[in-house]
């Protein structure tokens, strides 16, 4: 089973950016389907970005589309969420998570510890 550990969390104003990196250990990395998620206080968590094993198709939410990008190299087994035109609320913690299922929609069985986004206005 894949490992994740989240880094990049952190504070910034409103309109500010911020890369979230994703490592992973423990497995073949190019075989996850990987994604972020986040999870705002009192609220559910939710989708955020995915991108296919060898990064050549991207989803977004419609929330954070056109700000977000999602990219991976998996030659240092990273995941990427490059974020950008941030608002206050994108305030949540993001995780990280893999997929290993090959058919179907993904299981995202895999999560890391998350990491704290804090948007200030």
């Known amino acids: 089973q894949v490992q994740l550990v989240e880094s990049g969390g952190g504070l910034v104003q409103a309109g500010g950016s911020l890369r979230l990196s994703c490592a992973a250990s423990g497995s073949t990395f190019s075989s996850y389907f990987m994604g972020w998620f986040r999870q705002a206080p009192g609220k559910e968590r939710e989708f955020v970005a995915a991108i296919s094993w060898s990064g050549g198709s991207t989803y977004y939410a419609d929330s954070v589309k056109g700000r977000f990008t999602i990219s991976r190299d998996n030659a240092k087994n990273k995941v990427y969420l490059q974020m950008n035109s941030l608002k206050p609320t994108d305030t949540a913690v993001y995780y990280c998570?893999?997929?290993?299922?090959?058919?179907?929609?993904?299981?995202?069985?895999?999560w890391g510890q998350g990491t704290q986004v804090t948007v200030s206005s």
């Open positions: 998570a893999a997929s290993s299922s090959r058919e179907g929609p993904p299981d995202f069985g895999s």
